[in-house]
């Protein structure tokens, strides 16, 4: 596990999960913003550097597929990992994001595909 | 019509005029015999003076003179009277009259003057004078009858003739008229003829017509696709078209004249009771009656098939019933097609549940197992302890998301007790994820103790699914309210007595639904939902809140000022269940 300082953006609006999910990022080395929402979440997107993120799907007002296209649209080179609670999610937006995992895959899971999202350069284009 | 008539009025007048100028010609035959007759006279007037004179002179007595005097008037008068009747005969009499004169002054007179003087009257001159005037006189009237009796000669040839041209027009007009009858009837007779052969023709046509449509009729009673009976009044069998025949096991001849419980004999699928007999029923009531519904056929060898049928009285033109039309169908593969159906329902409103279920039970296992992570990394004991709380009451939603899972498809086989607000609060937890997605406020008016009797399953399924309707009906931002309120017994709007029970609404203010779309919302495979949606959940919901001998309804306005949509689901707290509601 490289300690870097990446800055990760977490969005969920599970409060319980995110906080856990923050706590964990945080002990593996990130630096991390949280968001509960898509729109606080694209807010945060846009005004800090953020090196990847960390994105739930089922969200109120706007979901995980669509908070993923505008931040495509912003900064296309950010990795995105989707984390859903929902397995069979639309084509349309798997492809949209670089990783693409179910909730209770684990932590060392989504330790391990941040790490590699992160060491790829070109990362938007390995998918 | 006229052409005949006027040729024999035509015909008519030549015959009266040919008659007239007959007529005339008699008249003038019977003058000329008249002249023959007079002149005859005239000249026996002469002799008689003659012979008179001549005895004078023989016996010079006067009495001998009587007839010669006794001529004198006669004689005047006859000649009066032919003078009067003369044409071209005057000549002669004239010289006849002259004669006579002559013969009365040169001799008779002289004669008996000197006879009277008692003279010799031997004188050979005067008796040759007095003969040759009577001689002349004689020649004279003879020329007269000569001249009538050649008159009357041509007048009885031409007589003749007219009566021959009389006789001839007669035959003419005979025949004419002969033939005009016979032109008149054969042309009578023509149209008579016509006439009968148009009528026949007619007949024929009609009898042609009456059998082509009995044809048809006969054609589509065999080749329709339901089984048709047809009995009289009595309900005795008249007609049975082959599905009849083949749904029956009874061939049409052997069923015929038969009452038609003894082949269409019918009872209740569950209670097996026979049926009420269709004929009865359509005779006592009058009119088309749809038969119960769940009807088994038992057929000619015991099977049995489930049918669909109803029963029509045929009337004659006076609207008195002569019989009664059945008409029913087998509906097993029906059945068989609607139970898939329902049980493709069930699988898809688990299967949206169960995704549902999955998303609440990962999001506090996805909680949990970091917290373990964590804790396995190593951590201070306060933190330690904070973490194991957090996992503690993540595993607590997931135990009690089971729990309300469990309790979802847990089916009975009688009616069970259900307390309604104990049902909706664990669907409304379960479908709390699903309301947070959407961005829907849900909201309740769920007293305690109202507890209708049903299968809990089933209901479950119809809530969730209006509920699940209502929630997408209000979109981001709407309100979903599910109330539940006791109903006593008594009238619903439209009249129908309802049992004491509860009513449920779910009462969403999204857009409503608009009038084309709400007369299809209970057919099986409508949806507005495309591939999210079987198009199946308002039509089962339908069945099985008929089932339990309720009424679901659906109330909507479009109207940007008062929208929305309610649904709601009377159901009686003790209801007659009916086991093929579904």
């Given at each position: 596990m490289e300690n870097t300082s990446h800055l990760v953006l977490c969005v969920d609006d599970e409060v319980v999960g995110l906080r856990v999910r923050k706590i964990l990022l945080e002990r593996a080395g990130y630096q991390v913003l949280t968001a509960a929402d898509g729109h606080s979440g694209l807010e945060l997107f846009a005004t800090h550097p953020v090196d990847a993120v960390v994105l739930?799907?089922?969200?109120?007002?706007?979901h995980g597929g669509e908070v993923a296209k505008k931040m495509r649209q912003t900064k296309p080179d950010v990795p995105i990992l989707l984390l859903s609670a929902?397995?069979?999610?639309p084509a349309e937006v798997s492809a949209l994001v670089d990783v693409y995992m179910t909730k209770g895959e684990g932590a060392p899971a989504l330790l391990q595909n941040l790490c590699s999202m992160l060491s790829v350069p070109a990362a938007s284009q390995s998918r | 019509m006229v052409l005949p008539v006027v040729a024999l009025l035509l015909l008519a007048s030549v015959l009266l005029w040919l008659i007239h100028g007959s007529n005339l010609a008699v008249g003038e035959i019977e003058t000329s015999d008249q002249r023959i007759a007079l002149a005859t006279l005239i000249e026996r007037l002469a002799v008689d003076e003659e012979t008179g004179l001549r005895g004078y002179q023989a016996?010079?007595?006067?009495?001998?003179l009587e007839p010669y005097h006794n001529a004198a008037a006669p004689m005047a008068q006859a000649v009066a009277q032919l003078r009067s009747m003369a044409t071209a005969t005057p000549v002669h009499l004239n010289a006849f009259e002259q004669q006579h004169q002559l013969w009365h002054q040169t001799f008779a007179e002289p004669l008996i003057d000197i006879i009277g003087a008692g003279?010799?009257?031997?004188?050979i001159d005067l008796n040759i004078t007095g003969r040759a005037r009577m001689d002349a006189m004689r020649a004279e009237l003879d020329t007269i009858v000569n001249n009538s009796e050649q008159q009357r000669t041509v007048r009885i040839a031409a007589w003749k003739a007219q009566v021959r041209d009389v006789i001839t027009a007669l035959v003419l007009l005979a025949l004419f008229i002969g033939l005009s009858i016979g032109l008149f009837t054969r042309d009578r007779l023509k149209a008579v003829s016509a006439a009968f052969r148009k009528s026949l023709d007619l007949q024929h046509s009609r009898a042609e017509a009456l059998f082509r449509s009995e044809q048809q009729l006969r054609t589509t009673l065999a080749s329709i696709g339901d089984g048709v009976i047809a009995c009289d009044a009595n309900g005795r069998i008249q007609m049975m078209n082959l599905v009849a025949q083949e749904l029956t096991g009874w061939p049409e001849p052997e069923a015929r004249d038969r009452p038609l419980e003894e082949v269409f004999h019918i009872v209740n699928e569950t209670t097996r009771e026979p049926s009420e007999n269709p004929a009865a029923k359509v005779k006592r009531l009058n009119r088309i009656v749809g038969l119960a519904n769940h009807t088994l056929l038992i057929r000619r060898d015991g099977s049995e098939i489930a049918i669909d049928d109803s029963g029509a009285p045929i009337r004659n033109e006076a609207g008195e019933l002569t019989g009664v039309v059945m008409v029913f169908r087998d509906v097993t593969i029906e059945r068989k097609t609607r139970a898939a159906l329902l049980a493709n329902e069930k699988l898809a409103v688990a299967g949206r549940l169960a995704a549902t279920i999955a998303h609440e039970i990962h999001n506090p296992l996805d909680s949990v197992s970091n917290l373990l992570y964590l804790l396995q990394q190593g951590s201070d004991p306060e933190e330690s302890k904070d973490f194991l709380r957090t996992a503690q009451s993540e595993l607590a939603r997931v135990t009690q998301i089971s729990r309300a899972m469990l309790s979802?498809?847990?089916?009975?086989?009688a009616p069970v007790p259900v307390d309604l607000k104990a049902m909706l609060e664990d669907l409304l937890l379960l479908m709390e994820r699903r309301f947070h997605d959407l961005g829907v406020q849900v909201t309740t008016e769920l007293p305690a103790e109202i507890t209708v009797e049903g299968f809990p399953g089933e209901l479950r399924q119809v809530f969730t699914n209006l509920i699940a309707n209502a929630a997408e009906a209000a979109g981001p931002g709407g309100t979903v309210t599910v109330r539940v309120t006791p109903r006593p017994a008594g009238l619903d709007p439209s009249g129908r007595k309802l049992e004491p029970g509860a009513l449920v609404e779910v009462i969403d203010n999204g857009p409503g639904i608009p009038p084309e779309v709400r007369e299809h919302l209970f057919q099986p495979f409508f949806t507005t939902k495309g591939e999210r949606g079987t198009g199946l959940g308002l039509w089962v919901s339908q069945g099985i809140i008929r089932k339990h001998a309720g009424i679901l309804t659906l109330a909507s306005h479009t109207d940007p000022a008062d929208r929305g949509t309610t649904a709601s689901v009377f159901l009686a707290t003790k209801p007659t269940i009916d086991p093929g509601g579904d």
């Open positions: 739930d799907y089922s969200m109120p007002g706007m929902y397995v069979g999610l | 016996t010079s007595d006067p009495r001998f003279g010799q009257t031997r004188d979802l498809y847990r089916e009975s086989k």
